[in-house]
């Protein structure tokens, strides 16, 4: 490793935090974790399993029977929210350091990270003091209110694109709606969520209402969602793994919330302003190193304009600048892991077979060794073809063209997934209609992904199970108990009489 590369501050090993406290593992198990630029060991992180998790949820558990969390009024809980995501903007040049550095994220794209997550709990916290629930009247008979409630111990399971913030996502709506939590990170990248235990201890955030529990996804992980007093799982990851968790949490009936995979369409007509299309393009699947559910990682262009937005595409995507994820400069960094490396140079490998490379393919020259990938172009890709449908999860794009419309929706919509779409058209009619008709949770037109967290996020088909954003998470993290008042004497038949 070489030694100017590693920021100060950064702490050996990491362990879990549970009732207030930093503990090992039970067994005192640990596992190692590297960074993607020399694919180096730099820390030892405590291995959750059964035992451990047993602990966070019990501590959970306390903090919420037992504790005031849950029955704070809401103005009380968002002063803490709001002291949360003061402190989170604190942090903002420690956590992007430690994010490049244990990702591989670009700094100039981790720099941001904080601000986002910070915005999470200032958002959540305004979103608890206006809430009005539902109140319906059946004259002279009946007053029916919605009681509103926290539903208990939430699990949330994270991945490691853009770790901290990921996380800040189920944190805030979780806390906020009062419920307590434990919390299990990607094991590719636990360093930024060691972060959170002082964040929420300086906020005043009571202990045991936020564990947290490194591990594996199959010890951990697993032993969250199976477990009995953990009244839901929120997940963002894989869809195989959304798959599984859905079979593991059926024996004891949890909510899900499942936020999967990606592989969606950028479609670009005629009439599109090629620039920014391009612009856009080029930044929607190669920005985050391409690690990126959102990612516009096929593209569908209009025939009359094929040649020349692939000729562009092309011209800008070889300039991207691939390099040290530290450096200013840098605009693609190394991928998170040697496993996930080798999975996207992988899939490249089957794009030669199946679809004309026009740009990169390989390891960018200079760097030879560390995580790295050039920005790689397929162009006249089929529908058929893997790298058409299948997600990479890398700086990999598949451009295709079309003719009509329908074919354009026909590509669009014949893959697995729907998570998000971007169409490009100046024509107003057939952005909001072909957009539409997209199989896909969210769709931008004339943009990428630039959202406002009050709207819906989620996807449909593979994608995903349920909508997360605005009012809708808080839906998810309470429960709505039906209050019904009589005002009258009601006819009640008289058995037995
Ligand atoms: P992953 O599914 O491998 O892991 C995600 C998390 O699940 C990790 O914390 C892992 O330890 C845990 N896990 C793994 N197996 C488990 C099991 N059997 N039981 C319980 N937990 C388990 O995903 P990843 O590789 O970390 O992340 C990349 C994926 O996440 C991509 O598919 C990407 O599209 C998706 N993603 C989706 C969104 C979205 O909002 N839709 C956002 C970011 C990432």
New binding site residues.
């Given amino acids: 490793m070489t030694h100017q590369h590693v920021p100060q501050n950064l702490p050996k090993r990491i362990q879990h935090f549970i009732d207030g406290e930093f503990v090992d593992s039970v067994d005192g198990a640990t596992f190692d974790v590297l960074e993607p630029v020399s694919n180096q060991n730099y820390l030892e992180a405590a291995a959750g399993k059964q035992a451990d998790v047993d602990r966070a949820v019990a501590a959970a558990r306390r903090a919420f029977d037992e504790g005031p969390w849950p029955r704070m009024l809401p103005r009380e809980r968002a002063r803490v929210l709001n002291r949360i995501a003061d402190i989170v903007e604190t942090r903002n040049e420690r956590l992007a350091e430690w994010e490049t550095f244990d990702s591989g994220l670009p700094i100039t794209q981790a720099l941001g990270q904080a601000k986002r997550a910070a915005e999470n709990f200032r958002f959540f916290a305004d979103l608890i003091v206006a809430q009005s629930d539902d109140v319906y009247q059946v004259p002279g008979k009946q007053v029916n209110y919605v009681h509103r409630k926290p539903k208990g111990v939430a699990g949330l399971?994270?991945?490691?694109?853009?770790p901290f913030m990921?996380e800040s996502?189920k944190l805030a709506p979780a806390l906020a709606s009062g419920c307590t939590v434990v919390l299990?990170?990607?094991?590719?990248?636990p360093l930024s969520a060691s972060l959170w235990p002082e964040i929420f201890r300086e906020a005043g955030v009571p202990d045991g209402v936020f564990n947290l529990v490194h591990?594996?996804?199959?010890e951990?992980?697993?032993?969250?969602?199976k477990h009995e007093d953990v009244q839901l799982?929120s997940?963002?990851?894989?869809?195989?793994?959304?798959k599984?968790?859905f079979a593991?949490a059926a024996p004891t009936l949890k909510a899900l919330s499942?936020?999967?995979?990606?592989k969606s369409p950028a479609v670009v007509f005629a009439d599109a302003d090629l620039d920014a299309a391009i612009d856009s393009t080029v930044f929607g699947v190669f920005s985050l190193n391409g690690?990126?559910?959102?990612?516009g990682s096929r593209i569908l262009v209009e025939r009359p304009i094929y040649d020349e937005f692939v000729r562009r595409y092309v011209e800008r995507a070889k300039n991207v600048k691939v390099g040290d994820p530290r450096d200013p400069a840098t605009e693609v960094g190394a991928l998170?892991h040697p496993e996930?490396h080798e999975k996207v140079v992988s899939y490249i490998e089957i794009g030669k077979t199946e679809a004309t490379l026009a740009a990169g393919g390989g390891r960018p020259k200079g760097l030879e060794t560390g995580n790295y990938v050039e920005p790689t172009v397929f162009i006249d890709v089929p529908p058929t073809a893997r790298i058409f449908q299948e997600?990479i999860?890398g700086p990999v794009v598949a451009i295709t063209p079309f003719d009509t419309e329908e074919e354009a929706l026909r590509l669009a919509n014949d893959v697995k997934y729907g998570?998000a779409a971007y169409v490009w058209t100046s024509n107003l009619e057939r952005a909001h209609t072909f957009g539409q008709r997209i199989e896909a949770g969210m769709v931008w037109l004339n943009s990428h992904n630039v959202r406002d967290l009050r709207t819906p996020?989620?996807?449909v088909k593979a994608?995903?199970l349920g909508h997360e954003g605005g009012y809708r998470s808080l839906d998810f993290y309470s429960d709505q108990q039906a209050m019904h008042i009589t005002l009258a004497p009601v006819h009640t038949p008289k058995f037995g009489a």
């Fill in positions: 399971i994270t991945p490691w694109n853009t990921l996502w299990k990170p990607a094991e590719f990248t591990g594996i996804g199959e951990a992980g697993d032993a969250l969602v799982i997940f963002t990851g894989e869809s195989a793994t959304g599984l968790i593991n499942m936020e999967l995979g990606g690690e990126r559910c959102t990612a998170v996930h997600e999860f998570l996020f989620g996807g994608s995903g």
